[in-house]
């Protein structure tokens, strides 16, 4: 049993979670395996509540089961949550960086979490997983990199990491605690 979306969650948590629950589809595949997944109906966003639709092949409602008939394949849920979330109202200018820069972007993190993200031990986790983000952007995007640090909904950190030869972009995001 999980309740992934629940009412107050951000747009970039349901997309998520929303991707969470078709993937739960893929890894129980062709086994036996009951999954509950409980959802505030009156309480979620009609587009929430339809996405959950898609993501569950068999609905509890009113006290029957019935087959969904908007059940759709991981795949193509998954698809649909591959939308680039929107631009920030305020990034900071993009740091740009190579091969040998990498101990001054995580300086540069590190002080940027210390005024943006409360507790310590999620500004450590933060300041990894960008600095392993631009880490592999430099090994598997051509060598060079941007970088940019912007506070998100209810003050979430997000950093986005851009490869410059190839652009792939990886958006981290980190919920304010």
């Known amino acids: 049993m999980g309740e992934p979306i629940w009412p107050g969650r951000s747009e970039a948590e349901i997309v998520e979670a929303t991707r969470h629950e078709a993937l739960i589809n ?3 595949a062709g086994r036996r395996a009951t999954i509950l997944c409980p959802y505030d109906t009156g309480g979620l966003p009609p587009h929430v509540v339809s996405d959950a639709r898609r993501t569950h092949p068999v609905l509890d409602e009113d006290g029957g089961r ?8 991981p795949s193509a849920v998954c698809a649909d949550c591959d939308l680039p979330l929107p631009e920030p109202a305020h990034a900071a200018d993009p740091i740009t960086y190579t091969g040998g820069g990498l101990a001054e972007v ?3 993190v590190t002080a940027w979490t ?3 993200v409360p507790a310590p031990a999620r500004r450590a986790d933060f300041v990894l997983a960008v600095n392993e983000a631009t880490a592999n952007s430099i090994a ?15 003050g979430a950190a997000v ?5 410059t030869d190839d652009g792939l972009t990886v958006r981290l995001h980190m919920d304010a605690p």
């Open 140 to 154: 598997h995007g051509g060598g060079s990199g941007a970088l940019r640090l912007w506070t998100g909904e209810r």
């Open 114 to 116: 210390a005024t943006t």
């Open 26 to 28: 893929a890894a129980f």
């Open 66 to 73: 019935t087959v969904s008939g908007a059940y759709r394949e």
């Open 106 to 108: 995580r300086e540069r």
């Open 159 to 163: 950093a986005e990491v851009r490869a």
